[in-house]
């Protein structure tokens, strides 16, 4: 039987014999958050109102150095024994709401107007007849029910 320290040797070799080297993937993810405000305004048509601001922030500050090194005046403020680091960031959210109200009813209640005064000043203008030609007769008849249209 063979010993266990020769059985392990021959495992590490054949290991290191067949692995395959990896590469490492360094991956950076988004970060994001969300702000959400309940409240209720009043905002007229196609008018904007601000609801509000979050403000937000950190601070941080790192010391290396020899502990005990900085009481002393000359040797601790020496820049190869004595490291400081200081970082902050600030930001701000404002969250703004525009309305506009559409009333599609309306709307297609003025195109159609128009879409009316335009034929009627091309038929004053004589470029089109007085009268709509009728149908032929040879469409079917549910086919000349979908061109029919209420007067």
Known sequence: ???????????????????????????????GSATAIGTTVNVPDGGFVLLGNVHYGAEGMIQRGIPGLSQFPIIGVAPLLNHRAIGSQKGETQIYIGVRIHD?????????LKGQQ?????????LLPREEKPLPARLPSALKRSFSSER
């Not at 335009?118 to 004589?126: D, Q």
């Open 118 to 126: 335009i034929m009627e000043a091309k038929r004053a203008a004589g």
């Open 1 to 31: 039987m063979l010993n266990k320290p020769l059985v392990s040797a021959v495992t590490v070799l054949c290991i290191s014999l067949f692995a395959t080297r990896a590469d490492a993937q360094v991956i950076i993810l988004p970060t």
């Open 104 to 112: 599609f009813e309306k709307l297609d209640k003025a195109t159609f």
